[in-house]
């Protein structure tokens, strides 16, 4: 049975003038999924020490959230669909603070692993009954642009500021602190959303398990052939049989899809050529910065011997410029120049920033990150609004719920795939720069040749990442057809919407 996911009237009506906390929450609940993403990252040499971890093995510790929160957030839509968005947006707060503490206590490995997957649920969840209430909330043409506006900020610049939080808490406190911080978070969010929040109605339908399972257990078999190739091999039996698990259950993914009544992922959202290029933009753009926010951490403790708070406080550059960037170009530049133009001046600038990373050396200093860092930041902030209108224009209102989705979708799954390739290249360049260390080098001095040698390559292909993205939005990607500003997905106007809300 198909069901509209965004036509219902809401049941519950939230307090007039309490747009700005309608508001807050949401970019609250965002930014702590997707603070998640990179939080870990300045505390994973902690981490690995104290719980053991091997090399190869550390980079699951992003994985893990990202690839159950990238893999299940359209049947975390679809769930919000029928259940009810507030009431599936509270159960996956509750669960993401659970096992956020759980982490925090973790005494091996698998404790930790097994906590940041059940992270990933409970955001997936969380995160797009979220963006479906925005979208609800705010239906007026501006005030709904400068709400995606603050939450692409959010959703962007959160990383970054994972970044920092990491490294004040893991200098301060300690590496478990990285997931303890979400408790108090989370309660506040619970106690808060119940009466504040709206309430769509419950609707009959049934969830696509089937593509939920194919989708997730694919592209977790991919990024483990990627990561057990880098420390492993192409040729061994693992490898291939992760890479072919992957594709087969991917296909099958497809064909479940095709099939199936209510989709999780309705495959007529990519009829659309604006909407899929904005997809695939997104993935690739996200799949070079999480990339090169993984190696520049260690970069800056390897390289630079900078302990946890410094290298956090490295990011601070990028962290500005993309709020700044991302406010200017949703309240003027899209506006003023037009969408397609903005992505293309942002996935110039991210390509340039990526770009002038690979000029790095064992010799550099900090302030030879500071002009990449502000550069790609710049163009991250201006490009990721107008990527985010375009991957939501247009959308049937019963298929908003999906196309939310699938904008978190294409991030996480584009971080979880990005950073597994980069990985791979990186091992790949290491054991070649082994066999050819310069003499005279004691073995501190060799181990960083190493490692910038290896990263140098992994930020090249970060590079390629990001140059296809300019090369989709230039050359794919059609020009506006009207001048009008773009039919965002809108569901139906609603005494409890917000359309008078001006965002300051």
């Known amino acids: 049975m198909s069901v509209s996911t965004a036509s219902h009237p809401s049941r519950v009506r939230p307090l007039r003038g309490s747009a700005t906390l309608v508001l807050g929450l949401i970019l609250t609940c965002q930014l702590m999924v997707v603070l998640d993403a990179t939080i870990v990252n300045i505390a994973l040499q902690d981490i690995k020490t104290d719980l053991h971890f091997s090399t ?134 619970l106690v808060l959303a119940r009466p504040t929040l709206p309430e769509t109605e419950r609707s009959t339908g049934r969830f696509d398990l089937a593509g939920a399972l194919t989708s997730t257990l694919g592209m977790t078999a991919l990024v483990y052939g990627f990561v057990h190739a880098a420390s492993d091999g192409w040729g061994t039996t693992e490898t291939i049989a992760s890479f072919v698990v992957g594709f087969v259950l991917m296909a099958a993914f497809v064909g479940v899809e095709l099939r199936a009544e209510a989709p999780i992922t309705p495959l007529r959202l990519f009829a659309d050529r604006n909407r899929s290029t904005s997809y695939v933009a997104r993935l690739l753009l996200v799949a070079g910065m999480l990339g090169m926010f993984f190696f520049l951490t260690q970069f800056c403790r390897g390289v630079l011997g900078y302990d946890d708070l410094r290298t956090g406080f490295s990011f601070l550059p990028l962290t500005v410029m993309v709020f700044t960037a991302s406010q200017v170009s949703a309240r003027w530049l899209v506006d003023l120049v037009g969408g397609r133009r903005l992505m293309i001046v942002g996935a110039t600038l991210s390509t340039l920033g990526m770009l002038w990373l690979t000029q790095l050396s064992e010799t550099s200093s900090y302030w030879s990150l500071v002009g990449p860092l502000v550069v790609f930041g710049l163009g991250n902030g201006l490009a990721f609004v107008p990527l985010t209108t375009t991957a939501l ?39 070649s720069a082994q066999n050819h260390v310069p003499a005279g080098l004691d073995a501190a001095q060799a181990a960083r040749h190493v490692f910038v040698v290896a990263a140098d390559r992994s930020f090249w292909m970060a590079t390629i990442f990001v140059a296809a993205v300019w090369v989709l939005v230039t050359f794919v990607m059609r020009r506006p057809t009207a001048s009008r500003p773009a039919d965002v997905a809108t569901p139906s106007r609603t005494d409890e919407s917000i359309d008078d809300f001006e965002l300051a």
């Open 393 to 431: 224009e247009g959308v049937d209102p019963k298929d908003a719920g999906a196309a939310s989705g699938l904008v978190n979708v294409m991030q996480q799954v584009g971080g979880s795939l990005g950073l597994a390739v980069l990985v791979t290249v990186f091992g790949a360049a290491s054991t």
């Open 56 to 189: 190869a093995g550390l980079s699951w510790v992003v994985n893990a959230y990202t690839l159950t929160f990238g893999g299940l957030l359209l049947l975390g839509a679809r769930a919000g669909d029928l259940l009810g968005r507030r009431r599936v947006f509270l159960t996956g707060i509750a669960l993401f603070t659970l096992s956020s503490l759980a982490g925090g206590f973790a005494q091996n490995p698998a404790e930790l692993l097994t906590a940041r997957a059940i992270q990933g649920i409970g955001g997936a969840l969380a995160s797009p009954s979220a963006l479906a209430l925005l979208m609800t909330m705010f239906p007026d043409a501006r005030a709904r642009t400068r709400a995606i506006g603050y939450y692409t900020a959010v959703s962007i610049g959160g990383a970054a500021l994972g970044l920092i939080a990491g490294g004040m808490l893991s200098q301060w406190a300690s590496w478990r602190w990285v997931l303890f911080v979400n408790v108090p978070i989370g309660a506040v969010l």
